[in-house]
């Protein structure tokens, strides 16, 4: 039993350090965003990443799902920071579970 529950506080911890590093990156982009905002004309909307404008969140040319959504919530949708971040760990957790199965997959074939 006593295994178990150092395994169950590793795994919480860990579960936390990750929180605590995808809110970390959250906070990061939209600091940069905000200084892209400030240096265009103030509001960004998805209509003018659909279009085609030219749009940089810190170096880069695409806008990552991150970007999007943080863009999304500048342009006046109900979405907070902790909403935000309960997409990306969504997101993290799909990505990863297709990692696996695809693995699993490999495996059995080889």
């Keep these: 039993m006593a295994g178990f529950n150092k395994a169950n506080a590793q795994l919480t911890e ?3 350090r990750v929180c605590v590093y995808y809110l970390q990156i959250i906070q990061e982009r939209n600091s940069e965003l905000e200084r892209s905002l400030q240096s265009s004309s103030g ?3 998805m209509e003018d990443i659909n279009s085609g404008k030219p ?4 170096k ?7 970007d999007m959504l943080l863009v999304t919530a500048k342009s006046g949708a109900d ?9 990306v ?22």
């Design 14 to 16: 860990g579960v936390q």
């Design 43 to 45: 509001k960004v909307t």
């Design 55 to 58: 749009f940089l969140i810190g």
């Design 89 to 110: 760990d969504t997101f993290m957790f799909e990505v990863s579970l297709l990692d696996f199965f695809i693995y699993l997959l490999l495996s059995l074939c080889f």
């Design 60 to 66: 880069q040319k695409r806008l990552a799902f991150l």
């Design 79 to 87: 979405l907070s920071l902790d909403g935000i971040q309960e997409e």
